[in-house]
């Protein structure tokens, strides 16, 4: 049998070694949590559907969640879980119902929100969230219609 040279053999190595540990990057901090509307859960229907949405303060893709039967969520970039450290801009939405196209001249769309409209848009919402190193956990409460 021919032994490979010891040269050869260190440098197979360190490639290999190369391979594996390029695979083995830090992990991104994850962030998971609750929302809820004046201290509830979402509504316990079949037709809710509500998310969290996050953008880093200085601008970037948009980070968005689903939100849960129970209002969990959990934070995906890209299929895997977790988010860039840093400051983010935050917008929370839910509803319930399916919304349906509006003919002219009607204004609803057949849905009630569970979230107000306000906390929707990133520019209105007023909320931000500071993503430290690891983990993270954030169950945000957001005011109900009409509490002052």
């Known amino acids: ?15 290999v070694g190369m391979i594996f540990l390029a695979g083995c990057g830090s992990p ?11 201290g509830e859960p ?4 079949d037709d809710f559907f509500g998310q969290i949405a996050l953008q880093l303060e200085e601008g970037g893709p948009i980070t968005i969640s689903p939100i849960d039967a129970d209002g969990s969520y959990s934070i995906m970039t890209g299929g895997q879980s977790g988010l860039k450290a840093g400051k983010y801009k935050v917008a929370v939405s839910g509803m319930v119902g399916v919304p349906r196209e509006l003919l002219p001249g009607q204004t609803d769309d057949g849905t009630r929100k569970w979230v107000p ?3 929707a848009d990133f520019a209105t919402s007023g ?6 190193p690891g983990k ?4 945000l409460d957001i005011p109900a219609p009409g509490a002052s």
Do not use: C, F
């Open 136 to 139: 993270n956990e954030w169950d």
């Open 1 to 15: 049998m021919q032994r490979l040279h010891p040269s050869l053999t260190r440098g197979i190595l360190v490639v």
């Open 127 to 132: 909320l931000t969230y500071e993503v430290q």
């Open 117 to 119: 409209v306000e906390y």
């Open 42 to 45: 979402p509504p316990a229907v």
């Open 28 to 38: 991104l901090p994850t962030l998971t949590g609750k929302v809820t509307v004046g």
